[in-house]
């Protein structure tokens, strides 16, 4: 091959990083070779157009993630050869050139180049960015072996590609609106035929710090789209949802950073299973703007349902409620619990399951699990899940009788819809060894949803009992505690007060 720099586009989307773009458009200005076109792409018409050089053509798209203002960016030009940098990447004078001379040497129609990316010397160095480096987090330079990075690295911050080849393999798919939309194109372009080359002189300076709320909210991005990927690819791995699984729980962590950040990405990869695994249930008739409106179906069947126990057990509205719900991560602290309690084999009973996330992810980790609720839609939800894992866990239907000799039963904030809150203890202490379930405290919101628990007089009970673990979360509303289900003798009724008291 033999490109020239008049040979080149520079594609940079950008949003919301205005003066650290004009610092990456002035270094591009003073690269050692002239002659290649820069197209800027502002994603969002929500975004001032920033004022760029009078060569820098610049474009304005409505907001789609940083893959569709690529997809525009290529769209824009002619130029045989494509260069992706991102607008928060500092390039070095050489990076241009080192691009162009690796493709001149190395390259042909398959072959696309890796420049390397450092931090910037005005990036400082925390134990965060520390770690993000150490457990290649965000890059994997470190484990190129060779010239050959390998298509999973296909970091779209700082590469080169004919763009034949991008043409071929259908450019960055536009669903990944944020996070995983480079491998995502990085499996498409092995497909066609891609070779990745690393070229380390090709530099570029990552002028991006993270404190630990703006790397929790990174997080949560990846797992979207992570999650979106293991449904595009069968033979992915979750690379990201693995190793935090991996921490999940553990009192003592072997990794401290990995165990900090594993809530707020495991919440969210499991929002986007539940989101999905819905769509794939309701096939045809399922669409976004149905789901972000779901209150007004939920009202519009409750009116017409003759009683609120009716609309309780037959609305299919209802189910919208139900998997929001599960999206919110609050019940992960119970499971945790019950964990250190009970190890995997144990024999689990979810009672009040609903479309039972909280006994899956049990059955992930290795639990004997069954179910129970009312037959409602919510169920046959469940039954759907279980069929499609191939689990063969039984859901019990509670109006009909439900079978015992479970280790632990737990029911997490169910007892606060019942009428006899003690009645309903009694029933789950028939059913296992231990009982696991907490107590809601109601605020004004509520009061329509939720009937006032007399918490003193429950806690007492567990007490009597004999408690093994006591917490309280969730801005101190959700009284958790695991207890036997027969009362206790005096010097374990006495443990399990030291234990409450500590919680």
Known sequence: MNYRATDLAVVIPTRE????LQRTLDRLAHSSVRGFCTVVVVDGTDQAVPEVPADVEVMQVEHGGPGQARNAGVAATEAPLVLFLGDDMIPSGALVASHLDRHNKQGGPDVAVLGRVEWHPEVRRTPLLNWIDDSRMQFDFAGINGDDAGWGRFYSCNVSLPRGLFDRAGGFDPEFTYYYEDLDFGYRLRDAGM????EPAALAEHLHSYDEEAFERRMRGVAAGEYLL????????PYFANKFRSVEGQRRPRDEWLARFAPAYLDAFEAEQE??????????????????GH???????????????????????YLYDLTVFAMSGTKRPYREAIRRRVGPGSRLLDYGCGIGSDGLRFLEAGYDVEFADFANP????????????GLPASVHDVEREVPGGFELVYSFDVIEHVDDPFGFLARLEGLADLVAVNFLEPIADDLHLHKPLPIPGLLRRARQHGIVHYSRHHGGRSHFVIYHSRPADPARRTLGTLRWLRG
């Open 17 to 20: 990083r205005p003066e650290i």
């Open 195 to 198: 070779t990745l080359r690393y």
């Open 230 to 237: 293991t449904r595009r690819r069968a033979e992915f791995a």
């Open 275 to 292: 989101r999905g695994e819905l769509e794939d249930y309701l096939g045809p008739e399922f669409d976004e703007r149905l789901l972000r």
């Open 295 to 317: 209150q007004r179906v939920v009202e519009e069947e409750e009116r017409a349902a003759p009683d609120e126990l009716t609309f309780y057990r037959t609305s299919r509205g």
């Open 378 to 389: 919510s169920t046959a939800y469940l039954s759907w899940r279980l069929d499609r894992r």
